[in-house]
């Protein structure tokens, strides 16, 4: 049984296939003993044993849809569902810019899926620009923000709305907002997914807000632990 589980836990990696390990394991068990017991004219009763072991894994990846057991052990799910707040800011932004084109500046990367889904909500015209900065490494923020991809289109005269995914120590924001103070755009607002006011050193006033959060470093739905977790559909926070 100690090497049955053993054998298992080296491909837990891949869940899928562990799932089917266990179940060829369960089916090889199965054979076996159906064969002895058969012999000896007992009957199979019992034939279940391991499903046990089998549910339970199931469980956590109930907690985790689609991890590997790995990320099921340090991930946890923050209780924001992105789904509902986006519903709310696009109706705000199509109210508070009613006839008007919206140019969407999306910060890249962690921004995507805020980009895509508020845009699929809103009923104006939406122009997409992008730029990538970043600031971060592994769980810390270095405190410099690098431009490392700028924006292609023209924004001036335009109305720009940054869509953040998370504003932190609010450096990335202000760095931002002084960069695009030179281009004569028309107007500025600011969207983020997550706000940690907790953590802030710079004032930056933030026009949508999807969800305050306390001070953890939160993954999934775009936001990245050294560029992995980003399509998780959800937020979920390394247990450190
Ligand atoms: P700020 O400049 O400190 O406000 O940080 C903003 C950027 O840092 C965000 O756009 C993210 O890329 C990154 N960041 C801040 N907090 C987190 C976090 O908890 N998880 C992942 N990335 C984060």
Same mark, same amino acid.
């Given at each position: 049984n100690n090497s049955w589980y053993f054998r298992n836990s080296l491909v837990r990696a891949n869940y899928k296939n562990f799932e089917k390990n266990i179940f060829d394991d369960i089916s090889y068990l199965e054979k076996f003993f159906y064969n002895l017991l058969s012999d000896t004219k007992y009957e199979l009763k %019992? =034939?279940?044993?391991?499903i046990d072991y089998v549910q339970s894994v199931t469980s956590i990846d +109930?907690? /985790?849809? &689609? /991890?590997?057991? @790995?990320?099921?052990?340090i991930i946890n799910i923050?209780? *924001? %569902?992105?789904?509902?707040n986006q519903e709310e800011i696009a109706k705000q932004i199509m109210e508070d810019?009613? &006839?008007?084109?919206? *140019?969407?500046l999306c910060i890249l990367k962690g921004s995507i899926f805020l980009t895509v889904e508020l845009a699929k909500r809103i009923k104006n015209n939406i122009q997409f620009e992008f730029i990538e900065v #970043? #600031?971060?490494? &592994?769980?810390? +923020?270095t405190g410099k923000i690098k431009l490392n991809k700028d924006i292609s289109g023209v924004i001036e005269g335009k109305d720009i709305i940054i869509i953040e995914d998370i504003v932190d120590t609010g450096r990335t924001l202000s760095f931002l907002k002084e960069y695009l103070l030179d281009k004569q755009i028309a107007s500025l607002k600011i969207c983020t997914l997550l706000d940690k006011p +907790? =953590? =802030?050193?710079?004032?930056? @006033?933030?026009d949508y807000i999807g969800f305050e959060i306390e001070n953890?470093? *939160?993954v999934g739905y775009g936001l990245d632990d050294n560029q992995n977790y980003r399509n998780l559909n959800y937020v979920g926070y390394i247990e450190e």
């Open positions: %019992n =034939r279940y044993t391991h +109930s907690k /985790c849809k &689609g /991890c590997t057991l @790995e990320e099921q052990a923050l209780k *924001v %569902n992105p789904a509902i810019y009613k &006839g008007k084109d919206i *140019v969407f #970043s #600031s971060y490494e &592994g769980h810390e +923020s +907790s =953590r =802030r050193v710079m004032p930056i @006033e933030v953890k470093f *939160v």
